[in-house]
Each structure stands twice: as structure tokens, then as C-alpha cells.
């Protein structure tokens, strides 16, 4: 088999791994039902991967990754200030849930929830992963301390743990259960009251 050929079918089963593990987590998605979604002969699973775990791991920097740069693009947006680029991330993930039907979340909220039946190499990958995001939204809050939009006495590596890891995932775990994205925009609305932001439920309309 060629190099593109394989290059090509691992990042098709990458793209696969990560869309099941959405909405099935990494225990319950079966190698078997990943390799059929792209078409791959079963027993080839091991031509593009050393093992599941293997498999799991490159998922989580895969989805990292790309979730990593969507932040680093709406954090960036330099027409909107650091609460309105917040909202429009948010605005945006809520968006590409309701695209799914509500029926994918976040990989690594999902792996959360595994955690005592996943390999011990996932934990720290996933700590990191939290960690960093987790950085980058506190350091939107300070910038929005800097332009008034809200107190300077705000914690903002403490409200930035509870929207990214507490708060939101919880959210969107239950909006996956509901099927709507009410309980999504019931936590948002009231993390930014909490942050001193009153206008927000427009937003959510």
C-alpha cells in the first residue's frame, strides 16, 4: 500500500475516531464500527495505528488541535471586544451542536466522564489539554478587566475554570439528554450575570 494512500485513510479515520467518540465516548466506539464508517477492511486497523490506545491518544491532540484554533481565531477577533469574542465562540459551539441535533459533544468532556476505565497515558493529555484552554479564556477575562468590560477584582483563572470545565460541560452534557440547547443557554446566561455582563440572553435568541 502507498504512503498517500495510507496517509490519506489515516486522517479518514482520525476524522471518524473524533465525530464517534463525540457522541459515543471512547469506550463503547468499537474499532470495527470506526474502520466501517470509512470503508476500511477489518484487520487493517493496525497498518495505521499501534493500538486503540495509540488511537486515542493522536483523537485527543487531533480535537485539541482544532478546537485550539478556533479559540485562537475568536480570541483574536479584533472588531470585538473580549466579552463579544467569548460570546461568538460560544454562539459557535452551540451552533455546531444544534447542526448535530444535539447528539455530539466534547471529546475530551466525554472522556471526562470514562476516566476510571480509560488508559492512565489519557489523563495527563487531557489534563494539558484542559489546562491550556482553560489559560487562553482567562487571559480573554483579563483582557476585558483591561477595557472595563467587567471588575478588576474578578478571579478570572477561577470563572475561567468554571465556564470552560464545570459549568460547560455539565451544560452540554444535559443538552445532549434534553435534545435543546436550554441548558446551555441557562448556564450561559447566568456565568456572565455572575461576571457582571446583564444583557446576554438576547444572544442566546
Known amino acids: 500500500m502507498c504512503s498517500e494512500v495510507l496517509a490519506s485513510t489515516r486522517v479518514k479515520l482520525i476524522q471518524a475516531g473524533v465525530e464517534l467518540l463525540t457522541k459515543k465516548g471512547f469506550a463503547s466506539a ?19 495505528f499501534e493500538s486503540k490506545e495509540a488511537f486515542g491518544i ?6 485539541f488541535n482544532r478546537f485550539d ?6 480570541f483574536s477577533k479584533e472588531d470585538f471586544t473580549p466579552i463579544e469574542q467569548t460570546q461568538d465562540f460560544i454562539l459557535i459551539a452551540r451552533a455546531n451542536m444544534k447542526k448535530y441535533n444535539f447528539s455530539r459533544g466534547c471529546l475530551v468532556g466525554n472522556l ?6 480509560l488508559p492512565n497515558s489519557f489523563r495527563k493529555i487531557k489534563i494539558g489539554v484542559l489546562n491550556q484552554w482553560q489559560f487562553k479564556t482567562a487571559s480573554c477575562l483579563r483582557r476585558a478587566q483591561e477595557t472595563g468590560e467587567i471588575a478588576l477584582d474578578l ?17 452540554v452534557l444535559r443538552t445532549k439528554l434534553k435534545r435543546s440547547a436550554d441548558p446551555i443557554d ?3 446566561s447566568h456565568y456572565f450575570q455572575s461576571i457582571g455582563i446583564s444583557e446576554v440572553n438576547k444572544i442566546f435568541k
Not at 493522536?58 to 480535537?63: M, P
Not at 471526562?112 to 476505565?117: I, P, R
Not at 478571579?155 to 451544560?171: K, M, N, P, T, Y
Open 30 to 48: 468499537g474499532i470495527e464500527e470506526i474502520l466501517s464508517m470509512v470503508q476500511v477492511p477489518k484487520g487493517s486497523f493496525y497498518h495505521y
Open 58 to 63: 493522536v483523537l485527543i491532540k487531533s480535537y
Open 69 to 74: 484554533k478556533r479559540l485562537d481565531t475568536r
Open 112 to 117: 471526562g466522564q470514562e476516566m476510571a476505565v
Open 155 to 171: 478571579d478570572c483563572d477561577a470563572f475561567s475554570s468554571f465556564l470552560d470545565w464545570i459549568g460547560w460541560e455539565g451544560a
Open 186 to 188: 441557562l448556564f450561559l
